[in-house]
């Protein structure tokens, strides 16, 4: 949260991603004139204690003076652009905008021609905000979910909306954009086949409730969601394109072949129902579950798989059940101990929220720069022994626990803020000492802690002995 800044101490060559938090009940001043030119990715939040379409001095004033570098630009959600204030040149460098608002703040926005942010959303209310559209190419997004739907019969789309968020059903449009590859529905309405345009690639409905069935999907479509779906699903009922599924409140079996060989993420919110073999699909490379809870056997998960999130699984772990090219694994519930080969070398991010055994089954993870553990112990550090960068939380340490005789470079270390109270370091030689970078939070010391003298501490709440 941001009270006061002076965009000076920015002034340098080095930043290239900055997010910026500003509080709207906050007073804030600024000193300064610009961002640095190497910025290249800035994101702009402002929180206003649950209001929306409210602006900030300061905002406006970076806005005035963008890098001319800039690539990626997020702006605060339904931010307010007064007619007064601007107009704001954008760079012409800008790749995309993040920018979800209603359409009359697009008015003061002055962007380079032929330019398309996949990142704009407007929001239209009455025939009058439809106009606007026309002279802004590079939205790409329509929100009409409170549009009034007797003007639909007026309705004539710009050929540059790809997407449309809608409360209207789809064939009371007249003129669809040719160009429409997204739609995403919030009221109950069945869909039928062929009403959609061939350009359609990507299909969110909020409240589904009808049966699938074979041909009812295009085959184009390669990213679908459904929510209120718990109906089974065979053979050829989901298109054949499809790369990303997304079903909430699905809990059916699954049989081989039921998803089709192109998948290649997976989300399934409520499914908690025993997995064969062959029935995830060999091209997978994320799979999100939150309810399931089923003991996993070997070649259940493809080998393709980078990306593993199970939210509830408290089943036992065994040899070789996840995938060797695992990189991320997310089992935050999971307290079982673990045995040879249950965690992949290739792990990067692990979290293991819940976690207190040992890892002195586990063989050394080199390239794991992420670990959230329950129980911090020496035999987890064993296994990081050359790791050079690191984020470690945990909730709290085995005794004498120390990461000193480890390559870190490197740490980013934070007691687990969901339990309260500090997190007590009690080893005089914790830290590791090649460490040249050092980020603190929620941590306390009983005893003094040495650290090495060109060790340069980027965030810390708490006092270290140099």
């Given at each position: 949260?941001?009270?006061?800044?002076?965009?000076?101490?920015?002034?340098?060559?080095?930043?290239?991603?900055?997010?910026?938090?500003?509080?709207?009940?906050?007073?804030?001043?600024?000193?300064?004139?610009?961002?640095?030119?190497?910025?290249?990715?800035?994101?702009?939040?402002?929180?206003?204690?649950?209001?929306?379409?409210?602006?900030?001095?300061?905002?406006?004033?970076?806005?005035?003076?963008?890098?001319?570098?800039?690539?990626?630009?997020?702006?605060?959600?339904?931010?307010?652009?007064?007619?007064?204030?601007?107009?704001?040149?954008?760079?012409?460098?800008?790749?995309?905008?993040?920018?979800?608002?209603?359409?009359?703040?697009?008015?003061?926005?002055?962007?380079?021609?032929?330019?398309?942010?996949?990142?704009?959303?407007?929001?239209?209310?009455?025939?009058?905000?439809?106009?606007?559209?026309?002279?802004k190419p590079y939205i790409s997004t329509l929100d009409m979910l409170h549009f009034d739907p007797d003007l639909l019969k007026d309705l004539v789309f710009p050929n540059h909306i790809k997407r449309?968020?809608?409360?209207?059903?789809?064939?009371?449009?007249?003129?669809?954009?040719s160009s429409l590859q997204g739609i995403k529905y919030y009221f109950e309405a069945r869909i039928s086949k062929d009403q959609f345009p061939s350009t359609l690639k990507q299909l969110c409905h909020?409240?589904?409730?009808?049966?699938?069935?074979?041909?009812?999907?295009?085959?184009?479509?390669?990213?679908?969601?459904?929510?209120?779906?718990?109906?089974?699903?065979?053979?050829?009922?989901?298109?054949?394109?499809?790369?990303?599924?997304?079903?909430?409140?699905?809990?059916?079996?699954?049989?081989?072949?039921?998803?089709?060989?192109?998948?290649?993420?997976?989300?399934?919110?409520?499914?908690?129902?025993?997995?064969?073999?062959?029935?995830?699909?060999?091209?997978?490379?994320?799979?999100?579950?939150?309810?399931?809870?089923?003991?996993?056997?070997?070649?259940?998960?493809?080998?393709?798989?980078?990306?593993?999130?199970?939210?509830?699984?408290?089943?036992?772990?065994?040899?070789?059940?996840?995938?060797?090219?695992?990189?991320?694994?997310?089992?935050?519930?999971?307290?079982?101990?673990?045995?040879?080969?249950?965690?992949?070398?290739?792990?990067?991010?692990?979290?293991?929220?819940?976690?207190?055994?040992?890892?002195?089954?586990?063989?050394?993870?080199?390239?794991?720069?992420?670990?959230?553990?329950?129980?911090?112990?020496?035999?987890?550090?064993?296994?990081?022994?050359?790791?050079?960068?690191?984020?470690?939380?945990?909730?709290?340490?085995?005794?004498?626990?120390?990461?000193?005789?480890?390559?870190?470079?490197?740490?980013?270390?934070?007691?687990?803020?969901?339990?309260?109270?500090?997190?007590?370091?009690?080893?005089?030689?914790?830290?590791?000492?090649?460490?040249?970078?050092?980020?603190?939070?929620?941590?306390?010391?009983?005893?003094?802690?040495?650290?090495?003298?060109?060790?340069?501490?980027i965030k810390s709440n708490i006092k270290v002995n140099k």
């Amino acid at each position: 949260m941001i009270g006061s800044i002076d965009l000076g101490d920015f002034n340098n060559d080095c930043l290239h991603k900055l997010t910026m938090n500003f509080h709207y009940n906050k007073a804030i001043t600024i000193g300064g004139y610009r961002l640095p030119e190497s910025l290249q990715e800035l994101r702009i939040n402002l929180e206003v204690a649950g209001l929306y379409n409210e602006h900030c001095e300061v905002i406006d004033q970076l806005l005035y003076n963008l890098p001319k570098g800039l690539k990626y630009l997020k702006l605060p959600l339904m931010y307010q652009i007064r007619d007064h204030i601007g107009p704001f040149v954008l760079p012409q460098t800008l790749d995309d905008l993040e920018f979800n608002s209603a359409i009359g703040n697009y008015n003061r926005l002055i962007v380079a021609p032929n330019k398309e942010y996949k990142g704009c959303t407007a929001k239209v209310r009455v025939m009058k905000d439809f106009k606007l559209l026309y002279d802004k190419p590079y939205i790409s997004t329509l929100d009409m979910l409170h549009f009034d739907p007797d003007l639909l019969k007026d309705l004539v789309f710009p050929n540059h909306i790809k997407r449309i968020y809608t409360g209207i059903k789809l064939n009371e449009f007249i003129n669809l954009p040719s160009s429409l590859q997204g739609i995403k529905y919030y009221f109950e309405a069945r869909i039928s086949k062929d009403q959609f345009p061939s350009t359609l690639k990507q299909l969110c409905h909020k409240k589904f409730g009808q049966s699938l069935e074979a041909g009812l999907l295009p085959n184009q479509i390669e990213s679908l969601e459904l929510v209120l779906y718990n109906q089974p699903i065979k053979q050829g009922y989901l298109p054949s394109s499809l790369k990303e599924l997304d079903l909430h409140d699905f809990n059916q079996k699954l049989d081989t072949g039921v998803l089709p060989p192109t998948l290649e993420k997976l989300s399934l919110t409520s499914y908690d129902r025993p997995l064969c073999s062959n029935v995830l699909p060999s091209a997978l490379k994320i799979l999100n579950f939150y309810h399931f809870n089923q003991e996993l056997d070997v070649n259940v998960l493809p080998q393709s798989l980078t990306k593993l999130t199970m939210g509830m699984y408290i089943r036992p772990l065994h040899p070789n059940v996840l995938p060797k090219g695992l990189t991320f694994l997310a089992i935050p519930n999971f307290n079982q101990p673990l045995p040879e080969h249950s965690l992949p070398v290739s792990l990067k991010h692990l979290n293991m929220q819940s976690y207190i055994h040992t890892f002195d089954n586990i063989e050394p993870l080199n390239r794991l720069t992420y670990l959230q553990t329950s129980m911090l112990n020496q035999s987890m550090v064993t296994t990081i022994l050359k790791v050079k960068k690191i984020t470690i939380i945990f909730y709290r340490f085995e005794n004498d626990v120390s990461l000193h005789h480890t390559s870190i470079e490197r740490l980013d270390i934070r007691g687990d803020e969901f339990f309260s109270g500090h997190k007590i370091i009690t080893h005089p030689e914790f830290f590791p000492r090649s460490l040249r970078y050092l980020s603190l939070h929620n941590i306390e010391f009983k005893s003094p802690c040495k650290i090495n003298d060109d060790c340069i501490i980027i965030k810390s709440n708490i006092k270290v002995n140099k």
